[in-house]
Every structure is written in C-alpha cells, then in structure tokens.
C-alpha cells in the first residue's frame, strides 16, 4: 500500500512538473509572436478624407462596344484610331481619347438625341490597355509602366530612370485606392538607417495595379508638404501631378 501511494505521488509531482513546463513554453511561444508582430507592423499610413472611385481614361487602340437599347443596327465594336476618334454609321468624328467611358456615354446619349427618342448608351470594355502603374515626383523620367514589367517599387522606379540627385529615396511612398474606396499613401520605410537599407525595402515593397510611386525630394519638408496635400487635397494633388501620366482619373465617390 505504501509503494502504491508511493507510486502515485511521483506521478503527480511529473505531470505538475510537464504542466509547468508546458506553461513556460507557451509563454515564450507567446512573447516571441508578440515581438515578431511588432518588428512586421507595418509603417504608419496615411488617409486622405472622403471615399473616392477610379475611371479609366480611353486612349487610342482601346476597343469597346456601343450598345445603343433597342437599336441594333447603330450598336456596334469600335477601335480608337490613332487620333483618338472613333467612328459610328451617323458619325465618322467621335472624340473618345481623354475621355472616361462615362463622359463619353453622355457625349453619345447627346449626340443621337437628335436622331433617336431617349436614347440609352452603354460602353462595354472589350479590350483596353493593360494593368499599370506610376512613377512621379523627383524622378529622371515619370512615366507609366506596364506592371508585368516592375513588379516591386524598385523596378518601377529603376525603369524610370531612378530619383534624381534631389530625390529622396528614403522617402518614397506609394498611393493607392482601395477597394473600399479609401486613398492611402504608404511609406517604404526600413528599420535601419543607410541607403542599402531604403533600397532593400523598395525591392521588397510590392505593387498593385494603378499604384502611384511618388518620389519626392531629399529632405523631410517635401515629404511633409506632399502629405498635406495629399490630406487636404487629394483630388487637385494626383489628377494635376499625375495629369500626362495616369490611364485613369480619380474622383470624389460623393458627387
């Protein structure tokens, strides 16, 4: 009966001994997650106010159909010719280039309310340019790149021909428009100080179609003025910078 007893008391001093174990593990487990999460937060993003949409913006070779409700006849496929016209049976000199397919569904409705009674129009994309995205600001050539090509910020900003020698690599952020409609401007930020350091993260920073790369000039006043603006006045900001360079306008969801 002793042994018994014997027995049984070594088997809980083990199972208190694999519990507390079991418990200090878990609790290194824990913290380690926790100081593995806070290295990986990402930096500080900055919201412009509003909810906001995109459209793009049609340029030749873009080809689309005309559906015009209950007339099949007018209703037809167009390509944008190289100066930016398309042509329809009724007219053979549309302005389409530059134009969303929203804009240009008015200019049509307007165009054949002289010929047809309550016209309904409805642009159906069938083929238009490719994914992009942008690069602005203190670089040697701001341009627009297929996203096939620059996968990551350091691509893009490579291809346009890297910042000038104002320009800030440390600072560069990408703007993007959500799908709930927020604008964001996301810093490529590093943990460590050094310029190997900020180009690592531009390699690192991947990209979505329609981002906007934005390079600014050394120095922490342009990066604060371009965030202030793009705060206060996000609209003005990109559609204005980004004017010669964007395949699509941005446009203030309440309106």
């Known amino acids: 009966m002793y042994q018994k007893f014997s027995t049984t008391l070594i088997k809980r001093f083990i199972m208190m001994g694999i519990c507390i174990i079991c418990g ?6 824990t913290t380690s997650k926790t100081v593995d999460e806070e290295l990986l937060a990402p930096p500080e993003i900055i919201k412009a106010k509003g909810r906001y949409k995109k459209e793009y913006i ?3 070779g873009d080809s689309f159909e005309v559906s015009i409700w209950q007339v099949p006849e007018l209703s037809r496929v167009v390509t944008v010719r190289p100066d930016g016209y398309i042509s329809l049976p009724t007219e053979s000199q549309i302005p389409a280039s530059g134009k969303t397919f929203s804009e240009l569904e008015k200019d049509l409705t307007l165009r054949f309310s002289s010929r047809l009674k309550d016209p309904k129009i409805t642009l159906l994309a069938q083929k238009i340019r490719e994914n992009m995205v942008y690069v602005i600001g203190d670089v040697n050539i701001p341009r627009a790149i297929p996203l096939h090509q620059a996968s990551t910020v350091m691509e893009a900003v490579t ?7 104002s320009g800030g690599p440390d600072d560069i952020s990408i703007i993007r428009l959500g799908d709930d409609g927020v604008l964001r401007a996301i810093p490529i930020m590093s943990s460590e100080e050094g310029q190997p350091s900020a180009y690592l993260s531009m390699t690192l920073a991947q990209l979505q179609p329609d981002d906007i790369i934005f390079v600014p000039e050394t120095g922490r006043s342009e990066v604060l003025r371009f965030l202030d603006d793009f705060i206060g006045r996000p609209l003005q900001y990109i559609n204005i910078i980004g004017n010669t360079v964007l395949s699509y306008r941005i446009l203030d969801e309440n309106f």
Do not use: D, F, T
């Open 58 to 60: 049609i340029v030749p």
């Open 24 to 29: 200090v593990v878990l609790s290194a487990c």
């Open 159 to 165: 291809i346009a021909g890297g910042p000038k020698r």
